[in-house]
């Protein structure tokens, strides 16, 4: 385009700058004095932070990515983020008027609450950084699969906080992404050398850059903006670059706080010779040296511009950008200024500096001086916006009536999950085709083996396995090639957890579902709980399975047995939790969860289950190493409903029953056991299998909101069940776990309840030692029920208590 000349895009670019540096403070104070008079609470965080990266999104948001390029914004840059979008049409007036205010502009870009094109959610700083790496990842694998669509390859962006480098995560990722290859990603590091609390130490940027290098990819570091390098060629220039070069990050904050006439007296204090250094500095007013001494590359397009469009090859690269927190804000560079925010004098003087009048501050173009159809026609041809919306959809993958599962004796549910993959992987179906599993090197501990070696691991290059080659009788047969459909990740769990949020977005990025199953331990979802929660925030879909699970992995210990994991499994939004005790259990739930991660509906809750069920989500698979022998029965379509609604009466109870047993997982055969040891001395016992803690009280709850709103008819599946439970009957609870995860089963209808379950770090022993040692053996749940519902001793218990003193236990 004409106008697209080098000085003319310059100087709209830097106009566009300025646009948004104006829009995202005006955002911010706007939203404080809108609620000075409400609850007092003032947007903090926000004003320096954005004003640090103005220059280099306007570069790229502007002028070089491209509609294929995917960017992860520092959490504190979304005013520039939405001001961008909202010069794009893509933000409106009243999200922005209502910055961090109810349905507003999110104070960090989200997926979710946002209207703009948020590519990746952030917040918790370092995951979106994370974010970036892996998602270029699985567009490597959506590509080496033949899914590419004839769609260009994209680059994933993360602009990140220099204080934010310090978040472990993104070492992790650093490390696995080189081991992977990883290709078409940009780090930009807005090293403006300060964090929330601090200035940073010196010289950082060296040990990234020696970093960064160490792991493959290139380092560009942006230093000195244009105008300080032409300075440096002036006579006297070379003294200046060795001062500022050598100026401490403390000193040079100070100054550019300060200003002009401060920035006068140092150097020349410093650098000043009567000769060529002391004209340099003189022949500037205090304003222009202050510029000057503030032109880092950061802040100066065309270095940017010339940095970003020199990059013409697919190697990882990290830009280190020097920039200067709160640049052009009053208090640029003060080390209090995270919080910073202008005063209404401040923002007067802001004001009348950006030529905005008063009552005009939301117009696109106000104060600016080119003519507005020149900016409105640039804006219109704006790469990155021009091929519309960037997020994309893909077709639903069928799932057929029911997944094939060989079911033993006597079998794990792991077990089950290992014969239920082993077969989905003998099918040439789409289902199949698209499943990708990941695990933090636990691929053969999680019983993903024979899957694997059905499927092969996915490396952008073919490897056989040597074994293999030299006839040494191995069980597993791992090929490595583009088509493999395992991705082997180190043991990091956050990167797990990262990674299932790249491929399980991939539909909506990449425009190709995949439907990715990510194994691992059960104790270690800890470890990565954060990036789970992010996972799940940005509405990412994938099925988690972990086992082992408790102190069913008794001779394990403390250190390798999980408590709190099933009330993680309840509380974390967008993820549905279960746990099976029984093999055909699980493969009801495993259909259901490849369904059920693919949906996309709107948000009205079921009249059945009260449950959300249409929007969808991902899925949690708390499994078990413990061989329980498996029920021989005919799977109803009443039951595979009622597996997946969260809970079945494994044995109805009578009419009247004196005690209800309810219990999860592979604590079942104990339950079983003590509902047949009480039977003759209480009536009509009832066993209840919960197959989801977690989604029993989630309909429960919803429910009783629905009826709070007149909805008098909502009955949820638990309120239903225990309908049938009479008032004076007492529930004993039980699982391997936390027993709060059952202990509100009492609050549905008010019946007593005592729940059984693991408080305490786990002891090594046998199963049965520690199922006794925790009270979750079947001799406690029948002491449990005796003392909940008196009665006559119930006589079993007498015996086995007689015996047991007798061997002196
Ligand atoms: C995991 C996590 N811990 C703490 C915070 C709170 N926090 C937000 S920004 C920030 C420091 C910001 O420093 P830097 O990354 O250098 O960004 P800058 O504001 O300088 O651009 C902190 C501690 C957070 N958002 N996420
Ligand atoms: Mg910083």
Redesign the pocket.
Known sequence: MPMNTGTDRLKILAALEKKILWLASWTIHNANHLRDNDDGVKVG?HQ??SA??ATIMAALYFAVLKPEDRVAV????SPIFHAINYLMDLQTREKLENFRGYKGAQS?PSRTKDIDDVDFST?????GVAQTLFSSLVQDYVRAHGWSGGRPEGRMVAL??????D?GNIFEALLEGWKHGVRNTWWIV?Y?R????AV?REGLWARFEAMFRNFGWDVVILKYGSELEAAFKEPGGEKLRAWIDACPNQLYSVLTFQGGAAWRKRLLDAIGDQGAATKLIERRSDAELAKLMTNLAGHDLPSLLAAFESIDHDRPTCFIAYTI?GYGLPFAGHKDN?AGLMTTAQMETFRAGMNVRAGHEWEKFEGLDLPKTKLDAFLKQVPFFAAGRRRFGAPRIEVPAELRVPIQATMSTQAGFGNLLNELGRDQTELAARVVTTSPDVTVSTNLGAWVNRRGLFAHEAMADTFKKERIPSTFNWEFGPKGQHIELGIAEMNLFILLSALGLSHTINGERLLPIGTLYDPFIARGL?ALNYACYQDARFIVVATPSGITLAPEGGAHQSIAQPLIGMAQDGLAAFEPAYVDELAVLLRFAFDYIQRDGDGEADERTWLRDQTGGSIYLRLSTRPLEQPKREMTGDMRQSIIDGAYWLRPPGPNPQIVVACCGAVAPEAVAAVGMMGEDRRDVGLLAVTSADRLNAGWTAAQRARERGLVGARSHIERLLAEVPQNCALVTVLDGHPATLGWLGSVHGHRVRALGVEHFGQTGTIADLYRHYGIDTNAIVRAAETIAPGRPIRHLRAIGQSRSADGR
């Open positions: 965080g320096a932070s640090s990266l520092k959490p504190h840059a960090y917040g918790s700083v370092g995951l990140i906080g220099d204080a934010e480098m978040e807005d403006n300060q964090s929330l609390d940073i927190k995270h954060d």
